[in-house]
């Protein structure tokens, strides 16, 4: 499969009764995606903590939210698996708090394939507020998964400006990379996009952005939301001369849809006008700051190209259960 459409949420935080509420809109909202012929549908990070405002008591306290989304996780897991399997699409869940190998606390996102599979990824770097107030600790994996038209990878907001994380799942098969965001400003939003739009120009492919919107007062985890959802390739050949496929309106609920061929990647990465996917190693040749300045010559100091064998992390392949 070479065409995919695509559709990326953005996703209103919306103050529900109960978790059958949530269930029933969660369900409509893929059941509108399916009926637009969508293959892929993309929500936010941290969709799932919509959750936490079905309990009043939990919804005011950081803490106590994380633990009310936690003991749900395996209910959240099943009705996205349910829907994949129904609609015969491929979901990128909200992401949401779970407990991690080592019992703390994950940022994690779950891909559910339409013939029942599902896979992951943990947010690897942490916010901020993620680490020093909320007790969210980062993944310690990178993954890439195999979804019925080819191999994806997550970054999880944050991720996204972090060049290596999208790299490492480039290099294993990756064509489309999933950036699920929740953003409190709009500055907070164009870091996520530009770290996005960065990613898909280094590493030729399609990146997809998806952004939780509105404004969720009782909420603290998720009180302000800001964002457009978008879907980016580099600026080349097929693509519009500023790379945005597709992109949203700022703040306004709905499914953005766009129609990528996939075989399109690889005409990016063997003949493009220019090719960083292919001379990303180039980077790694000695450099070190003109000596111009100096009185006198110096010798030259031995130099040599640095190792960065550790500093990329291993992606797991093919790792859907």
């Not at 993309?42 to 989304?69: C, K, Q, R």
Request: hydrophobic share 40%; with cysteine.
């Amino acid at each position: 499969m070479t065409d995919v459409r695509i559709a990326a949420a953005q996703y209103p935080i919306e103050l529900l009764p109960s978790y059958g509420a949530w269930e029933a809109k969660l369900s409509r909202w893929v059941s509108e995606a399916a009926v637009r012929r969508a293959q892929l549908l993309v929500f936010p990070e941290y969709a799932a903590m919509e959750l936490a405002g079905t309990d009043p008591a939990a919804a005011a306290d950081l803490h106590a939210s994380l633990d009310h989304v936690v003991a749900l996780g395996e209910r959240i897991d099943e009705l996205h698996r349910q829907l994949a399997i129904h609609y015969g699409v491929t979901i990128l869940g909200g992401s949401r708090p779970c407990r991690g190998a080592r019992g703390a606390v994950v940022n994690r996102a779950r891909l559910f394939c339409p013939d029942g599979r599902t896979g992951y990824q943990d947010k690897i770097v942490m916010t901020r507020f993620e680490r020093e107030i909320w007790g969210i600790t980062g993944g310690e994996a990178v993954h890439v998964l195999d979804a019925p038209f080819g191999r994806v990878g997550i970054s999880i907001c944050y991720d996204a400006e972090f060049p290596l994380i999208a790299r490492a799942q480039a290099e294993a098969g990756a064509r489309i990379i999933l950036v699920p965001s929740a953003t409190d400003s709009m500055q907070g939003y164009w870091r996520v996009r530009i770290g996005a739009q960065a990613r898909a120009l280094e590493n030729q492919c399609y990146v997809v952005q998806a952004p939780t919107v509105g404004q969720a007062p009782w909420l603290p985890s998720l009180d302000d939301n800001h964002g457009a959802a978008a879907i980016y390739g580099p600026p080349d050949g097929i693509a519009p001369d500023n790379g945005v496929f597709a992109v949203g309106e700022v703040n306004r609920p709905q499914w953005l849809f766009s129609d990528v061929r996939l075989d399109q990647v690889d005409v990016w990465r063997g003949s493009g006008t220019v090719l960083p996917f292919l001379h990303w190693p180039e980077q790694d040749a000695p450099m070190r700051p003109d000596d111009a300045c100096r009185d006198e010559p110096a010798p030259p100091a031995p130099i040599t190209a640095p190792d960065r064998s550790e500093d990329r992390p291993e992606p797991i392949f093919g790792s859907l259960e």
